[in-house]
C-alpha cells in the first residue's frame, strides 16, 4: 500500500476552478467580439439594401424620395441611415448598427460600375 501525499488532496478541486475562470474570462473576451463582427455585419447589408433603394428611387423604379426610402431601407434592416447622396447614376449612403455604445458605420454604393460606360 502506498502511502498518501497529504500535499496534492484538493488540487483536483483547484484546477477545475482555475479551468473554468478560464473559460469565462475566454467568453467574456469573444462575447463583445462576436457581437461586433455581427453588428458590423447588419451594417452592411443595411448600407447595401439602403443605396440600393436610393438608385431605384433615383432611376423611377418606385416612388418617393430616395433618401426617405433609403432611410426606411436601413431602419427594416436594423440601422439608422446617416448620409445619403445621389450623383447622376451613383447612389451613396452610410448606416451605423449601435453595438454596446458604439457604433458600427458602413457605407455602400449602387449605381453602374465608373470603369464601364454607360450605354442610353
Known sequence: MRPRVADAEGSASVLGVALVAAIVVLLGIL???CAAYQSRQVAAGAADAAALAVADTALGFTTGDPC?????A???????????????????????????????????????????????
Not at 426617405?68 to 426606411?72: E, F, G, H, L
Not at 449601435?98 to 460606360?117: E, F, H, K
Open 68 to 72: 426617405a426610402v433609403a432611410s426606411r
Open 74 to 120: 436601413a431602419q427594416l434592416n436594423g440601422a439608422t441611415l446617416e448620409s445619403c447622396a445621389i450623383d447622376g447614376l451613383v447612389a451613396t449612403v452610410q448606416v451605423s448598427v449601435n453595438v454596446m455604445g458604439l457604433p458600427a458605420i458602413a457605407r455602400s454604393r449602387a449605381g453602374p460600375d465608373p470603369t464601364q460606360s454607360v450605354r442610353r
Open 31 to 33: 462575447a463583445p467580439l
